[in-house]
């Protein structure tokens, strides 16, 4: 089944196109405001917010709530559903074969996800088999670190890694074991932090910004 979507469209005819996955109890509407800070000069980019479905999380009493996957153990090495995980993932690249169909080049499509949707993204951008323009991961953690299978289209993916340093939800030692996991992997990855919690900050929109225009 789809995910449900919000979409907002450029001034002109799109050329460009921004996913962007919220966390685990959220929803699309989270990051629909980024759309009026995300301004890059050589695009005109479509952003597609995707609610997660809803599903009982075991670490909040098996509440339903909206969640890209189950999590059975907070402690720090995160005990999920990978499974799940990876259907989700799935549903990102049917979302980008859907834009690729209405005409926009693989490479100018970037996903981003935070915390939960950060998970989800590095296993959707990784596996794609086509090649993309690139990956922002914020506050979150390499899942499938382990076991992924990266495809040769996009073992050369340009990776934007962004962590909070007072992080209670995520620790920032998540984020430096996902760069280093990447790293190993042969992946670029530009890591940045800053001084904030489980959340985004106006310096760390702006560094967004500066890595966009260099994509696009």
Same mark, same amino acid.
């Given at each position: 089944?789809?995910?449900?979507?919000?979409?907002?469209?450029?001034?002109?005819?799109?050329?460009?196109?921004?996913?962007?996955?919220?966390?685990?109890?959220?929803?699309?509407?989270?990051?629909?405001?980024?759309?009026?800070?995300?301004?890059?000069?050589?695009?005109?980019?479509?952003?597609?917010?995707?609610?997660?479905?809803?599903?009982?999380?075991?670490?909040?009493?098996?509440?339903?709530?909206?969640?890209?996957?189950? @999590?059975?153990?907070?402690?720090?090495?995160?005990?999920?559903?990978?499974?799940?995980?990876?259907?989700?993932?799935?549903?990102?690249?049917?979302?980008?074969?859907?834009?690729?169909?209405?005409?926009?080049?693989?490479?100018?499509? @970037? @996903?981003?996800?935070?915390?939960?949707?950060?998970?989800?993204?590095?296993?959707?951008?990784?596996?794609?088999?086509?090649?993309?323009?690139?990956?922002?991961?914020?506050?979150?953690?390499?899942?499938?670190?382990?076991?992924?299978?990266?495809?040769?289209?996009?073992?050369?993916?340009?990776?934007?890694?962004?962590?909070?340093?007072?992080?209670?939800?995520?620790?920032?030692?998540?984020?430096?074991?996902?760069?280093?996991?990447?790293?190993?992997?042969?992946?670029?990855?530009?890591?940045?932090?800053?001084?904030?919690?489980?959340?985004?900050?106006?310096?760390?929109?702006?560094?967004?910004?500066?890595?966009?225009?260099?994509?696009?």
């Amino acid at each position: 089944m789809s995910l449900e979507v919000i979409k907002h469209e450029p001034a002109g005819n799109a050329d460009a196109v921004i996913i962007w996955l919220h966390g685990l109890g959220a929803s699309g509407n989270d990051f629909v405001p980024m759309t009026e800070h995300i301004k890059i000069a050589n695009a005109q980019i479509r952003f597609l917010f995707p609610h997660a479905p809803q599903m009982p999380v075991t670490i909040n009493q098996g509440m339903v709530m909206p969640a890209w996957y189950d @999590i059975t153990d907070m402690s720090i090495d995160r005990q999920i559903d990978s499974q799940q995980l990876r259907e989700s993932a799935a549903k990102v690249h049917a979302m980008i074969d859907e834009q690729v169909a209405q005409g926009i080049d693989s490479k100018r499509i @970037i @996903i981003a996800g935070f915390s939960q949707g950060g998970a989800v993204g590095y296993e959707a951008a990784l596996t794609y088999p086509k090649p993309l323009a690139g990956l922002m991961a914020h506050s979150t953690y390499f899942a499938t670190a382990g076991d992924i299978e990266v495809n040769e289209a996009n073992a050369q993916l340009p990776i934007l890694v962004q962590h909070g340093t007072q992080d209670p939800v995520v620790p920032e030692v998540l984020g430096q074991k996902a760069c280093a996991a990447l790293k190993e992997k042969g992946f670029t990855v530009t890591y940045q932090t800053y001084p904030m919690p489980h959340s985004l900050c106006m310096e760390q929109v702006q560094d967004m910004q500066k890595w966009l225009n260099e994509r696009f």
